[in-house]
T-cell receptor, first 114, second 113 residues
């Protein structure tokens, strides 16, 4: 158990819908990262927050947004869902915001868009 | 652009045999390099990391990796594979100083008894 909690574990929704994925980082970790793992794109970095502020952005679609709340949990919002958004979404957390601090991954939320 | 290449998509080894998983990276500066393992239905677990110093790094579960700058490689090795090592292995490079990881496509390891 990495200490990073992601809910829900599985999500099935229809095209055009909106969903929210939630991540609770390890106690004491200030950074939260979101990654998408799909069969065709592999593991891709989406976005990072550090202590409530956006720190780095990757290949995140405009239909997706994220935020980190004062209690440090984070939410990834996916809207106008398409079949191609079906993937495993990982959250990771680390103490700091640099590579020198290890990132711990949650078990992921598997999103299926039908 | 930064990238990570794992040339082998699938590898099958016999239990007790040695293992080497290949990883090549493209990065302009001194890279921060990582190996993660993903078991079925699980998240990613860090096996080891290289930031600087000794080019041979030891990790958990008996794994080690060697950084070779001249070859832009960071290959993962284990002298004797156990059936429980069957999983998918990802090499990654830290990009931009903010723990943003660029992952390779992964190598799926199967272990025969």
């Amino acid at each position: 158990d990495s200490g990073v909690t992601q809910t829900p574990k599985h999500l099935i929704t229809a095209t055009g819908q909106r969903v929210t994925l939630r991540c609770s980082p390890r106690s004491g970790d200030l950074s939260v990262y979101w990654y998408q793992q799909s069969l065709d794109q592999g593991l891709q970095f989406l976005i990072q927050y550090y202590n409530g502020e956006e720190r780095a952005k990757g290949n995140i679609l405009e239909r997706f947004s994220a935020q980190q709340f004062p209690d440090l949990h984070s939410e990834l919002n996916l809207s106008s869902l398409e079949l191609g958004d079906s993937a495993l979404y990982f959250c990771a957390s680390s103490v700091g915001d640099r590579e020198s601090t290890e990132a711990f991954f949650g078990q992921g939320t598997r999103l299926t868009v039908v | 652009a930064q990238s990570v290449t794992q040339p082998d998509i699938h590898i099958t080894v016999s239990e007790g045999a040695s293992l080497e998983l290949r990883c090549n990276y493209s990065y302009g500066a001194t890279p921060y390099l990582f190996w993660y393992v993903q078991s079925p239905g699980q998240g990613l677990q860090l096996l080891l990391k290289y930031f600087s110093g000794d080019t041979l790094v030891q990790g958990i579960k008996g794994f080690e990796a060697e950084f070779k700058r001249s070859q832009s490689s960071f290959n993962l090795r284990k002298p004797s594979v156990h059936w429980s090592d069957a999983a998918e292995y990802f090499c990654a490079v830290g990009d931009g100083g903010y723990n943003k990881l660029i992952f390779g496509a992964g190598t799926r390891l199967a272990v025969h008894p």
